[in-house]
């Protein structure tokens, strides 16, 4: 079933390869924007040392400079980098990491409704990965070569979804307890998926900013669907920590 899905998304992004810059809209401000963010970037020639990546903006002028847009994404800023070192300003080189990048997240995104979805039939697995491969909402983000940092960002953010949920099943696993109730193998398992999810969780961060709010998806996740907490179990949590908490003094207005 992946390898349908992903061969329909090669396919129907195929097309874009042989775009310029410009994407498929040809606009002069998207020209603008990659030209500032590749042609005229800095932190992708060979000459610039590395470290520049952690102290410079998406468009390569420092953070500390009074005109940086304070875009920090030196992650997809590394794969341009690694674009121009392979192909130098070829467009094409640039537009195919961008698809691939598509596919991959199409195929994690696959991967992860199969495990968060109890019971998923194959139809409406295949239909939802087929809806997400050409969804138009994704189209500027796959043709338009500065639209990396958005699928960059999906790709981790969709793993870090996969790694939490193989975390939430590992951590409630039954298994043969020791003497602090917790089997040595499924403790040693629990961490290093969390430690991806960790990992994953910057990588999306570093990506694009709006990484950071896979926290609060995994949250959500563990506490509604995997421990299927309800909205009373709140209120009745609320209500505890309502009455343990000390009593406020009323001050004399006087």
């Given at each position: 079933?992946?390898?349908?899905?992903?061969?329909?998304?090669?396919?129907?992004?195929?097309?874009?390869?042989?775009?310029?810059?410009?994407?498929?809209?040809?606009?002069?401000?998207?020209?603008?924007?990659?030209?500032?963010?590749?042609?005229k970037n800095p932190d992708l020639l060979p000459s610039t040392p590395l470290w520049h990546l952690l102290v410079d903006d998406f468009?390569?002028?420092?953070?500390?400079?009074?005109?940086?847009?304070?875009?920090?994404r030196p992650l997809c800023v590394l794969t341009f980098r690694?674009?121009?070192?392979?192909?130098?300003?070829?467009?094409?080189s640039y537009h195919l990491t961008n698809v691939l990048l598509h596919a991959a997240a199409t195929a994690v995104y696959v991967l992860t409704v199969r495990k968060a979805v109890v019971d998923c039939?194959?139809?409406?697995?295949?239909?939802?990965?087929?809806?997400?491969?050409?969804h138009p909402v994704h189209a500027e983000a796959v043709a338009g070569v500065v639209g990396r940092a958005d699928v960059l960002?999906?790709?981790?953010?969709?793993?870090?979804?996969h790694l939490y949920i193989d975390y939430c099943n590992v951590r409630h696993r039954l298994v043969p307890a020791t003497l602090n109730g917790c089997g040595?193998?499924?403790?040693?398992?629990?961490?290093?998926?969390?430690?991806?999810?960790?990992?994953?969780?910057?990588?999306?961060?570093l990506s694009k900013?709006?990484?950071?709010?896979?926290?609060?998806?995994?949250?959500?996740?563990?506490?509604f669907i995997h421990q299927r907490l309800r909205p009373n179990?709140?209120?009745?949590?609320?209500?505890?920590?309502?009455?343990?908490?000390?009593?406020?003094?009323k001050t004399d207005p006087c």
């Open positions: 079933m992946q390898t349908l899905v992903l061969s329909c998304t090669r396919v129907l992004k195929f097309a874009e390869l042989d775009c310029d810059w410009m994407d498929s809209t040809v606009v002069v401000v998207v020209l603008d924007v990659c030209s500032r963010a590749i042609v468009w390569g002028t420092p953070l500390r400079h009074s005109g940086s847009h304070k875009s920090y690694l674009n121009y070192l392979l192909s130098g300003l070829d467009p094409f039939r194959a139809d409406v697995l295949l239909m939802s990965g087929l809806l997400f491969a050409v960002a999906c790709l981790f953010f969709l793993l870090a979804v040595p193998a499924a403790r040693s398992t629990r961490w290093f998926y969390f430690a991806g999810f960790a990992f994953c969780t910057c990588a999306s961060m900013e709006h990484g950071i709010t896979v926290v609060a998806v995994c949250l959500v996740y563990d506490l179990d709140l209120l009745a949590l609320h209500k505890v920590c309502h009455s343990l908490s000390p009593p406020q003094k």
